[in-house]
Structures are given as C-alpha cells and as structure tokens.
T-cell receptor, first 118, second 118 residues
Framework: DAKTTQPPSMDCAEGRAANLPCNHS???????VYWYRQIHSQGPQYIIH???NNETNEMASLIITEDRKSSTLILPHATLRDTAVYYC???????????????????FGQGTILTVHP | EAQVTQNPRYLITVTGKKLTVTCSQN?????MSWYRQDPGLGLRQIYY???????DKGDVPEGYKVSRKEKRNFPLILESPSPNQTSLYFC?????????????????FGPGTRLTVL
C-alpha cells in the first residue's frame, strides 16, 4: 500500500470548516483513499473513502486531486466532538485478494491531531 | 443499532492466568479482525477471520489464539498472558461493497479493551 504524509497537528475554530490534507504521491491506479478518525482511546471510526471522484457523505467530503497524488478531507462545520486523530490510508481496492497476511488489514500512520476550539 | 461490542472493557490480570476477550458484531459481517494499539507503534493486526472456521495470523499473532465458531463472535484468547501483552485491543468487523476488482471494505471497530498484565 502507498505511503501517506499528513501534518502532525491542526487547529480549527468551532463552526468553521476543517480541511485536512494528505499526500500520497506514490498511489497506484487501483488504490483507494480512506479516512478514519480516532477520538481519544476509542475505536477508530470510518469516515469516507474514494478512488478518483470527489465524495460526500453525512460526515465529510473528500476531494482528490486530478493526478490523485493528494487529497483533502473536509469537515464542513467542525464541532468540539470532532477533536480526534485523523488517519489517511491508501489501500488496494481488491483488499481480499491482496495476498499474504494483508487481507482487510488497516495500516494507520501517525495521522493528524485535529483540535477544534471554541 | 449496528455495533461491535467487546468485553471486558478493562481488565487487570497477572502473568500466566488465561483470559478471553469477547467480540461480537450484529451486522452479519463475514470479516472480523483483532488489533492491538501501543504508543508509537500504531495499530497492529493480531489475527483475522474471513468467515466461520476460517482464521489466519496477522502481523503480531504470537501469544494469542482466536476462534470463529459463529459468524457474529470472534473471541481473543491469551493462554498465558505476559506483561508485554499489556495494550489496548480493538476488534473490528467489515463488509465488502462494490464488485469485481473494485471491492472496498468499511471496517467497524469496537470500543476497545484496555488490558494490563502484571
């Protein structure tokens, strides 16, 4: 799976949009971009994923650049409860045929600590 | 409510005393997995299961056992716990979406079990 680079920390004011960047310059054609977050010591929570088109769900939007080398997770109206570590993960799409011991495995990097302040 | 549950949430035990951490999901997911999370090491996969009676080792299986006798349950067994197994443990389950080589998976995590082995 391709490596990702994220800023170690970011701040955001409550009610404003939080834009979290992720670089994945070595991404290959069959790799998806996934975002998860982990609120302090709780189980990681799936947010969104995409291949090349922009995606939106009830939690967030995902903007992927045309060359797919970077992406941005957007939380449109951040709240205090959005304070968490956000992980950008790039994975092959056919994860259950990836071979070896990588079936379904998620590999979390260091992520971005997002702090939403009043 | 769709969820993954783990029990116990907290456990303090002594070296060598066998223990089991239970994991149950109510979403009829075929894939289940155990991770441990340690400071500076991120999430590491211990074991995973593709379906009933199908299990395989992840990256750090030593000292652990699992079983998958029913689709909804995936217990983690520590036959002889040692202090280096002190960690935060997460169970996850997953479903597949999409088709052919563009399958993607969304993983749901339990709340975590904080284990201390003295």
């Amino acid at each position: 799976d391709a490596k990702t680079t994220q800023p170690p920390s970011m701040d955001c004011a409550e009610g404003r949009a939080a834009n979290l960047p992720c670089n994945h310059s070595t991404i290959s054609g069959n790799e998806y971009v996934y975002w998860y977050r982990q609120i302090h010591s709780q189980g990681p929570q799936y947010i969104i994923h995409g291949l090349k088109n922009n995606e939106t769900n009830e939690m967030a939007s995902l903007i992927i650049t045309e060359d797919r080398k970077s992406s941005t997770l957007i939380l449109p109206h951040a709240t205090l409860r959005d304070t968490a570590v956000y992980y950008c993960i790039v994975r092959v799409s056919n994860v259950f045929n990836a071979g070896g011991t990588s079936y379904g495995k998620l590999t979390f990097g260091q992520g971005t600590i997002l702090t939403v302040h009043p | 409510e769709a969820q993954v549950t783990q029990n116990p949430r907290y456990l303090i035990t002594v070296t060598g005393k066998k223990l089991t951490v239970t994991c149950s999901q109510n979403m009829n997911h075929e894939y289940m997995s155990w991770y441990r999370q340690d400071p500076g090491l991120g999430l590491r996969q211990i074991y995973y299961s593709m379906n009933v009676e199908v299990t395989d080792k992840g990256d750090v299986p030593e000292g652990y056992k699992v079983s998958r006798k029913e689709k909804r349950n995936f217990p983690l067994i520590l036959e002889s716990p040692s202090p280096n197994q002190t960690s935060l443990y997460f169970c996850a389950s997953s479903y597949l979406a999409g088709h052919l080589k563009y399958l993607t998976d969304t993983q749901y995590f339990g709340p975590g079990t904080r284990l201390t082995v003295l």
